[in-house]
T-cell receptor, first 111, second 114 residues
Framework: EPEVTQTPSHQVTQMGQEVILRCVPI?????FYWYRQILGQKVEFLVS????????KSEIFDDQFSVERPDGSNFTLKIRSTKLEDSAMYFC?????????FGPGTRLTVT | AQSVAQPEDQVNVAEGNPLTVKCTYS??????LFWYVQYPNRGLQFLLK??????LVKGSYGFEAEFNKSQTSFHLKKPSALVSDSALYFC????????????FGDGTTLTVKP
């Protein structure tokens, strides 16, 4: 069964550094998303992406965040200058007809 | 705006007993409703969805959920709980547009005791 994959599984970075989280969505899906989950808490929407542009973004998704689909398979989330409060689990999702399928997540730890 | 409420942080049931995890939602128009399960240090695993049609939907691992439009609820149920069902459960709602984001509830921790 096709699945969403994410790399790395765990990223440790220092405050102020740039990080890029990578995702490979399911191949025939057209809608892509990033969500985050601060440890043990609610899953929060960050951004949705369709047809090579952002469809919607939340207030969390400020100028420090950007997304890109650099080729036909990858979907990336970049955080330009990480803050301590960016520490969270970041989930990528892609959507077929109705439901979103989530990747296993990247745990980002900012020190 | 759309929102989801999961009124119980924790649900405890004995193995073999029926379980219910509650969810109510708010969304303009017709909702798409979902349940996901999350095991420790893992991603979100899709369980089931309501899009249209029959109010009782069946999903993975013997779970089912009942859509109740008048009560704006979408409770997750299982007739006989297993210890392995112990996990964190999230209800999510999405407006019926293609690119729409999903809004998740706070999650309910289900503990099934042997």
């Amino acid at each position: 069964e096709p699945e969403v994959t994410q790399t790395p599984s765990h990223q440790v970075t220092q405050m102020g550094q740039e990080v890029i989280l990578r995702c490979v969505p399911i191949s025939n899906h057209l809608y892509f998303y990033w969500y985050r989950q601060i440890l043990g808490q609610k899953v929060e929407f960050l951004v949705s992406f369709y047809n090579n542009e952002i469809s919607e973004k939340s207030e969390i998704f400020d100028d420090q965040f950007s997304v890109e689909r650099p080729d036909g398979s990858n979907f990336t989330l970049k955080i330009r200058s990480t803050k301590l409060e960016d520490s969270a689990m970041y989930f990528c999702a892609s959507k077929g007809l109705y439901e979103q399928y989530f990747g296993p997540g990247t745990r980002l730890t900012v020190t | 705006a759309q929102s989801v409420a999961q009124p119980e942080d924790q649900v405890n049931v004995a193995e073999g007993n029926p379980l219910t995890v509650k969810c109510t939602y708010s969304v303009s128009g017709n909702p798409y409703l979902f349940w996901y399960v999350q095991y420790p240090n893992r991603g979100l695993q899709f369980l089931l969805k309501y899009i249209t049609g029959d109010n009782l939907v069946k999903g993975s691992y013997g779970f089912e959920a009942e859509f109740n439009k008048s009560q704006t609820s979408f409770h997750l149920k299982k007739p006989s709980a297993l210890v392995s069902d112990s996990a964190l459960y999230f209800c999510a709602v999405r407006h019926n547009t293609n690119a729409g984001k999903s809004t998740f509830g706070d999650g309910t921790t289900l503990t099934v005791k042997p």
